[in-house]
């Protein structure tokens, strides 16, 4: 059994940065692939990024493109992302997530994602 832990959240100011990061946990670790997701308030899932575990491609969604990067270490089981020039509308929580079901493509949405974490606060503040 897999367990996530997302850890790094906390409050900036707009334009600041912060770097989260995920760790996994369990005798058996090796997905497809990672993905992040943030959810604001009123508002559901929302993909911001992922990587595929073997090779370390990265996908993001167009809003973070320039500003957010994913990383992994396959060494250590973590994931990180890193935000840069954050805006108010960053505000979410943040979730890692791992997916063990496809093979070909990352999933962009929730479903495609069997274990996830508990979520760490981003607020940006203007």
């Known amino acids: 059994q897999v367990q996530l832990v997302e850890s790094g959240g906390g409050l900036v100011q707009a334009g600041g940065s912060l770097r989260l990061s995920c760790a996994a946990s369990?005798?058996?670790?090796?997905?497809?692939?990672m993905g992040w997701f943030r959810q604001a308030p009123g508002k559901g899932r929302a993909f911001v990024g992922g990587?595929?575990?073997?090779?370390?491609?990265?996908y993001y969604t167009d809003s973070v493109k320039g500003r957010f990067t994913i990383a992994r270490d396959n060494a250590k089981n973590t994931v990180s992302l890193q935000m840069i020039s954050l805006k108010p509308e960053d505000t979410a929580v943040y979730y890692c997530?791992?997916?063990?079901?496809?093979?070909?493509?990352?999933?962009?949405?929730?479903?495609?994602?069997?274990?996830w974490g508990q979520g760490t606060q981003v607020t940006v503040s203007s």
């Open positions: 990587i595929t575990w073997s090779g370390g491609s990265t």
């Open positions: 369990g005798r058996i670790f090796s997905p497809y692939a």
């Open positions: 997530a791992a997916d063990f079901i496809h093979r070909t493509a990352v999933a962009v949405s929730p479903n495609g994602y069997t274990t």
